[in-house]
């Protein structure tokens, strides 16, 4: 008998997100203007305890926008984690900078302060700190280098809608921060992305460059260079049913990462970190193979693929990317980030998951793991990001 597929991650969506994109739709404001612009603006500022959101068309414009925004370009270093999505590095290219790729912290699997302290040269404008896979990064001790050195701190925290560090939420941790929307993410438009910041200087030069660079005072003159950054109305209204929805979805990501360490507990399989003070979400449930399994995640990925059950690996270090090989890396010698990457797995995390699909996920891995220790296999494809 055919077997139920298992996603790795899919939207959960319901009739509030119809209801407001239909509203959308009917209004005829299907553009950058409408009212589930501003009111997602605002929804989402509070949400993370800021007084700026400027919705953007994703999450990697997001990061180019802050870099620019600031004028940091030719001739400036950016500090980005070597563990992390490509568009971190990509977008930090795209402002003209260069990228110097820092090592991970083996606890959080975030950016390590001290590594990010030894990378800071005179031409280092900017440090990003990567909440990866729901956790937040260190921001206490990355807060307390960019202020002796006058740093500009950027949050992506694309993968961490609702996480907390030391009781606070991320968005308004640094001077910035950047959200992804994507159709993966906890709470999505289907693409889409923003900046928060308590800065209200920077959050009016965003806003200025998103659309055009189009003056406020007279329509149509454009006195600079701007991008077409925005988001569209209708991408607001899902994202204000979202925003209504949110605790209701990570208590359901929360569900089902519980039922994982159920399942796996006792095994030699290490699932999502937490690492006080930080109050991680589950974006995905994140499984970390024993030493002894190492190299064979993309073996163990097909096995599961074998079995109608979807996964990915983790992110390709940035410094085994042949656009950022040559970029300075800093580690102490041993590469964290490619320890975790040659021993990582994202399991399936939707929230219409079942207790018994769980389970069912857990058994195969196991299985996985046995049946790999003879012949590594070639990977399964990794889906989107």
Known sequence: ??????????????????????????????????AFIDRFEKG??????????????????AIHLCLVSRGIGSGDEVIVPDLTFVATASAVKHAGATPVLVDVDPATYCIDP??????????????????????????????????????????????????????KPVGGLGDAATFSFYGNKVLTTGEGGCITTNDDALATRVRFLKDHAMSKERRYFHPEVGFNYRMTNIQAALGCAQLERASEILSRKAQVLSWYREEFGGSSINLNPVVHPANPICWLVVALLPIGARGRVNAVCQAL?????????????????????????????????HDLADRGICLPSSTRQSRSQVAR??????????????????AASAGGV
């Not at 989402?44 to 414009?61: D, H, K, P, Q």
């Not at 690996?313 to 010698?333: E, H």
């Not at 891995?365 to 790999?372: E, H």
């Open 305 to 337: 693929a074998d079995e109608a059950i979807d996964t990915r690996p983790f992110f390709v270090p940035l410094s085994k990317l042949p656009p950022y090989a040559a970029c300075r890396f800093v580690n102490q010698g041993t590469a964290v980030s």
């Open 1 to 34: 008998m055919k077997q139920e597929f298992i996603p790795v991650a899919e939207p959960d969506l319901g009739l509030l997100e119809e209801r407001y994109v239909l509203d959308a739709v009917r209004s005829g404001w299907v553009s950058s203007i409408g």
């Open 361 to 378: 996920v857990a058994e195969a891995m196991q299985r996985a793991l046995i049946r790999t220790q003879a012949a590594p296999r070639p």
């Open 114 to 167: 001290q590594l990010v302290e030894a990378a800071i040269t005179p031409r280092t404008r900017a440090i990003i700190a990567v909440h990866l896979f729901g956790h937040p990064a260190n921001m206490t001790a990355l807060r307390d280098v960019a202020d002796r050195h006058g740093i500009f701190l950027i949050e992506d925290a694309a993968e961490a809608h609702g996480a907390r560090w030391e009781g």
């Open 44 to 61: 989402f500022a509070e949400y993370c305890g800021v007084r700026n959101a400027i919705m953007l068309s994703n999450g990697t414009v």
